[in-house]
């Protein structure tokens, strides 16, 4: 289990390092191998990486599953990227725990002016054609069934890092790399962070799931979120209100954000004053996920947060309709619904701990009213006691 979970780590701090140098870089897991980088907009990794992880220190075997099994595996990626024998060449890490002795081919495959390819190429040939051991018998056959010159291309990929620190050092070399300094904070940082990333590890894990894959710049995105939200570092405001053409009006006469209006009996005029705050908060959202200023977690969580305001205030001014409720006064309560919403979301700020505009939290929840589906939708918003049925009606005529 502890493997397991340090190479979700392991993808986690890899991811982090390399951000430093290119933004667009992506983590995927369990595709072609244990973790793989790809750069952006391409589908061929640049490198594949094998996680070994033991709990007690000692040498990386030469006959061993942990180095012939990692050989095995990068020769299936390699035949299945049609990279063995041409074509550009990711690069094979083996990250472990262990330590390869500087008498063995293994040293000579580690970063530095010991490494020799030639070397390394006759020592694993030598190992591959012995009898013994039969646990890595297959693998080694594997090798050796390449021809001289894949082997050699092969042999000259790979890179051993070895020594490397046990799952628990894993935290403090990732908050160093992630620019965590100690304080009153660092803790609940770092475990924000890993939160939200096994989260996403699960994703990447699962095949049934659209996420296939992590870049460097949601990772940095998200760190800022989490970071700000002790800071209280408030999102950029980019947009400048004005009040909306007629055209841009009349483009939302169909939707069912202007219908949840006017089923509470608002003028025209109210109605393209809400509007305005819908049109630009969307435009604001939009410009905070397209620069990563903002993540989609971080998005639903504010939404989350606007609805748990609203549904307080919808329950305590509907409470009182009863089936017999005149059509006119349930327009009233809507509208107090509307108003007492409208001045909680003003006040909630799309991270915590921040300030914001208030049109974002009253445009934003505009969007969750825009949203709602049926009756039986948990997260649907509206302002008229009877907004349920009348939202599963107005979809049923757009409909048709």
Request: charged share 30%; hydrophobic share 40%; glycine share 6%.
């Amino acid at each position: 289990m502890t493997g397991y979970l340090y190479q979700c780590e392991l993808a986690l701090l890899e991811l982090a390092r390399r951000s430093w140098d290119d933004i667009t870089v992506e983590v995927r897991m369990e595709v072609l191998d244990d973790i793989e980088f790809l750069r952006e907009q391409t589908d061929d990794p640049h490198e594949l990486l094998q996680s070994k992880h033991r709990e007690k220190a000692g040498r990386l075997s030469e006959t061993g599953k942990d180095f012939w099994r990692s050989v095995a595996s990068w020769i299936d990626a390699l035949s299945a990227l049609d990279r063995l024998s041409a074509g550009s060449m990711p690069m094979l890490r083996l990250v472990t725990t262990q330590l390869a002795a500087d008498d063995t081919f293994l040293y000579q495959l580690r970063a530095g002016p010991e490494r020799s390819v030639d070397d390394a190429l006759a020592g694993m040939e030598r190992v591959a054609r012995a009898d013994d051991p039969g646990n890595t018998a297959v693998d080694r056959r594997k090798f050796m069934e390449l021809t001289a010159a894949q082997r050699y291309r092969l042999v000259a990929a790979i890179e051993i890092n070895d020594a490397s620190p046990l799952m628990s050092d894993l935290d403090s070399s990732l908050a160093r790399i992630l620019g965590i300094r100690p304080g009153q904070h660092a803790r609940a940082v770092l475990e924000d962070i890993k939160g939200w990333w096994y989260g996403v590890a699960v994703e990447l894990l699962d095949k049934n799931r659209a996420r296939v894959s992590v870049t460097a710049q949601e990772l940095q995105c998200r760190m800022e979120e989490i970071t700000d939200r002790f800071a209280g570092k408030n999102l950029p405001i980019t947009e400048t209100l004005r009040r909306l053409t007629d055209a841009e009006i009349a483009a939302y006469g169909d939707d069912l954000v202007v219908a949840q209006m006017q089923w509470i009996g608002l003028k025209n005029r109210t109605v393209a004053t809400h509007l305005r705050d819908y049109h630009y908060a969307r435009a604001q959202r939009s410009v905070w996920l397209r620069t990563f200023k903002i993540t989609e977690e971080g998005l639903e969580d504010y939404e989350r947060r606007l609805w748990d305001e609203w549904d307080h205030v919808f329950t305590r001014h509907t409470d009182d309709v009863e089936d017999d409720t005149p059509a006119a006064q349930r327009k009233t309560v809507g509208k107090r619904v509307l108003d007492d919403t409208m001045d909680k979301a003003a006040d909630m700020p799309a991270r915590p701990g921040s300030t914001t505009e208030g049109w974002i939290g009253r445009g934003t929840m505009h969007s969750l009213a825009g949203r709602a589906q049926n009756a039986g939708d948990d997260e649907s918003v509206g302002w008229h006691p009877d907004y349920p049925d009348l939202c599963q009606s107005h979809n049923e005529s757009q409909g048709q």
